[in-house]
């Protein structure tokens, strides 16, 4: 029988290191406060941790603008820091994925410095015209900015310039970073933005109210080519796995990427289901709709090879109060989202603090939003007339910074002994590690045993994915592996819910205490695993 691999059978734990734990107080968060928080990390019982950016660079977008690929950001630590970190990680039974952010790189970056000079054999290394086209930016405005005479292009910040990967110097650039960092013993990447860093051409784009110009680079086939050249020349060479962050891709775009035969990357983060509360683009918020949400969710289960599962990141708001009820229902709801995440198909991925129910924060002006993203949103929406109450509700709402506010430990907060670089979220008090740890009934101790059962039961890491009912708020699947059956209940919404189906069998987990099923009803936010008799 083929041993299954890690990054099938294991559980992810996302690192936004800024934000996790400051070892020095600073106020930022770093390397060896990540190192001292190994043992928690190890006990709760995660195997991957993925740090998200780390690398020496100016922070225009909180590191997702690389100006040294072989640096470490000196207010995380040095090199010493993160290879100790390596060590002490993997003496732990610990392996570490590291983001790789290949569209881009910060305009500090030596090889554009140095592509500002025509004759520089750099020049070719980026995107350089003399006139620019109409493609506009995710962080809204022009995707150019002019430089002397000529214009470079950037689909993002205008300080994260994109690199050109018609220039098979840039492959080899890419490769030897990837050598660098897996020979160092990590486990491998999530690619960032990874399906639209080839440009097919640079002509103008179908005009839209978004993202001008996508459709010469959004899933090109010259994509698929750097991916499967990457695969050959680096990652087959090492024990490891891709995870790729996608922009925009349906189920067949993502097979594309994953199925084992394309020999690319081994599975993306799909973003249909957290586009199920918005219109156009993500600040403009509906009222979430769990039937939409739950559809969303069963055709990627259904349809994709192999899900990265997840319900928050470092972008996205906090789950528990986008999909869940932070308010009446807090416990329950963060209970019964992860108990959805965990059991579902495919490899489950935590964010720093979901495990405690972390909420969106409350914030009382624009000044207290660090967000390069929110910033601009407010600016455009600010051109565009929008009333000020109008911007400061969307961008509270949505902004990627309730998702970035430090890791709350302690009642006092606990992150760091200085000022923290973002707010902390008042209900610290409340909400924070050690009264999860006091208290035996908490979320962290629900994702403990969820977590627990998703490593070592083959019906939750092979079984294959069944929708028996969605509808009415409610969400019922099965898995199935061999002659064993589990069923996932969960009820998405405040009301108490008959059980549309009938359900037999022996409860495993319940996030209210539940014993039997003889009622046939769901609590507000309920979840029930079942295993079914056979």
Request: glycine residues 6%; aromatic residues 12%.
């Amino acid at each position: 029988m083929e041993e299954i691999k890690l990054w099938k059978k294991g559980v992810v734990y996302q690192i936004y290191p800024r934000s996790f734990m400051d070892s020095n107080g600073d106020g930022i968060g770093d390397i060896p406060g990540i190192t001292s928080k190994l043992d928690y990390l190890k006990e709760l019982g995660v195997d991957i941790i993925w740090l998200s950016p780390v690398y020496k660079s100016p922070n225009d977008d909180n590191g997702y603008d690389i100006s040294d690929y072989k640096d470490i950001n000196p207010e995380y630590g040095t090199m010493e820091d993160m290879d100790h970190l390596i060590d002490e990680a993997g003496k732990k039974g610990l392996k570490i994925i590291m983001d790789l952010v290949i569209n881009h790189t910060s305009d500090e970056h030596p090889w554009f410095i140095a592509s500002k000079n025509k004759d520089s054999k750099y020049r070719d290394y980026y995107i350089w015209r003399d006139k620019p086209n109409n493609w506009t930016s995710f962080f809204s405005g022009p995707a150019w900015s002019k430089d002397k005479d000529s214009y470079y292009l950037h689909l993002f910040s205008k300080k994260q310039p994109d690199l050109n990967w018609d220039n098979p110097e840039v492959m080899k650039e890419i490769q030897d970073i990837m050598h660098y960092w897996l020979k160092k013993g990590i486990y491998g990447f999530r690619c960032d933005v990874i399906n639209i860093i080839y440009k097919s051409s640079l002509e103008n784009g179908k005009k839209r109210l978004v993202l001008t110009g996508k459709e010469h680079y959004h899933s090109q086939e010259g994509c698929h080519k750097i991916l499967r050249t990457l695969r050959k020349e680096v990652l087959d060479s090492y024990d490891c796995f891709t995870v790729g962050e996608t922009v925009m891709v349906d189920t067949k775009q993502a097979n594309d990427l994953i199925l084992p035969e394309r020999k690319e990357l081994d599975m993306v983060f799909g973003f249909e289901h957290m586009e199920t509360d918005q219109i156009n683009n993500k600040w403009f918020k509906t009222k979430f709709n769990p039937n939409k949400f739950m559809r969303v969710i069963s055709k990627w289960q259904q349809e994709v090879y192999w899900n990265a599962n997840y319900m928050e990141n470092h972008d996205q708001p906090r789950s528990v109060s986008r999909f869940g009820n932070d308010k009446e229902f807090h416990r329950e709801s963060a209970k019964m989202l992860a108990t959805l995440n965990l059991t579902l198909k495919g490899t489950p991925y935590i964010f720093e603090g979901e495990e405690i129910g972390m909420t969106n924060c409350v914030f009382n002006s624009m000044s207290e939003f660090k967000d390069v993203e929110s910033h601009n949103i407010d600016a455009l929406a600010k051109k565009l007339m929008f009333p000020k109450k109008v911007r400061f509700k969307m961008i509270s709402k949505t902004s990627r910074d309730n998702a970035r506010t430090p890791m709350q430990w302690t009642k006092d907060g606990g992150f760091s002994s200085g000022k923290s670089w973002l707010k902390m979220n008042p209900n610290q008090n409340e909400i924070n590690v050690d009264a999860n740890l006091f208290d035996k009934n908490s979320i962290y101790y629900h994702y403990k045993t969820l977590i627990h059962m998703r490593k070592h039961d083959q019906v939750l890491i092979n079984g294959n994915f069944k929708p028996l009912f969605m509808g009415n708020g409610i969400f019922i699947f099965s898995r199935n592996h061999l002659d064993e059956t589990y069923i996932t209940v969960s009820n998405m919404t405040k009301k108490v819910r008959k059980i549309p189906i009938l359900l037999e069998g022996k409860i495993l987990l319940s996030n209210v205490g539940r014993n039997d099923m003889t009622d046939q009803k769901l609590l507000p936010y309920e979840s029930i695993l079942i295993k079914r008799g056979v």
